[in-house]
């Protein structure tokens, strides 16, 4: 844990990533909304303006489809743990770190505007630095079942967090945009993804690092 409390640009935290892996999974975790996508597509780039070809590979690709969830009762919860293929998140995670870079590893990618996953959204071939980025990163089976096997499969793991207010907002912004009413969006934000923001919360001391937006870079706790 570093306890430096600076600010650094993405170039600098793009130093902190290791040189010399054969690999490097890197994993962003934190509360939706926090900007780990965000923060995700700004490292990979500042990683290949250095000369370090790197990939993204979410979490959310692993949503159970819509299909499913109905069938489970669970549409209305989803983004909850249990609304995810956790173990097929491991099972691509240890794919991921068992193939030989050159080899092609396909990844799924969450298409929002269809609101379902899409299979081989992203090849995984050449990069030696993989960012897995997505909530459930830290959590134990104690938190949730079937997602305490991640943390040992990446190299390292980042939290990216956010004030509450603005997690609140932009989750609004996002339901509302995304065809709910206010009240939907209101009801979907207090009844489940601040309950699954409080979940990954208590999964932040895991961290190896701590990190906040701070306009265009990001503190370092
Ligand atoms: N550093 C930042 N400053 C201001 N706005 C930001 C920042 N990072 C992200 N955002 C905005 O916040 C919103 C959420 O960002 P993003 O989608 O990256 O979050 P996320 O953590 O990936 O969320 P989820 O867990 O739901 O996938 C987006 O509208 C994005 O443009
Ligand atoms: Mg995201």
Known sequence: MTWTNDVQSVGELAQRVPANHERFLLG??????????TLAQRLRVALISAGRPAAVA???????RNQVLL???ALARKGEPDTFDAAGFVA??????????GSPVSWPLFDRAIDE???????????????VEGNYLLLTDAEAPGWAEVRG?????????????VLT?????RHTAGGRTPEQASHKV???????????????????LVLTASGRDYRVN
Not at 169 to 173: M, Y
């Open 28 to 37: 962003i975790a934190g509360p939706p909304g926090a900007g780990k996508s």
């Open 58 to 64: 979410p979490m959310d690709g692993y949503h159970l």
């Open 71 to 73: 069938a489970r009762n």
């Open 92 to 101: 691509d995670l240890r794919l991921l770190r068992e193939t030989p870079v």
């Open 117 to 131: 996953p899409t299979e081989g959204g992203v090849i995984v071939r050449d990069e030696r630095i993989v960012i």
């Open 153 to 165: 499969l990446l190299d390292a793991c980042w939290y990216l967090d956010a004030p509450r207010p």
């Open 169 to 173: 907002e932009r989750l609004l912004h």
């Open 190 to 208: 207090a009844g489940s993804d601040l309950r699954n923001a409080d979940l990954i919360a208590a999964s932040r001391h895991r961290a190896d």
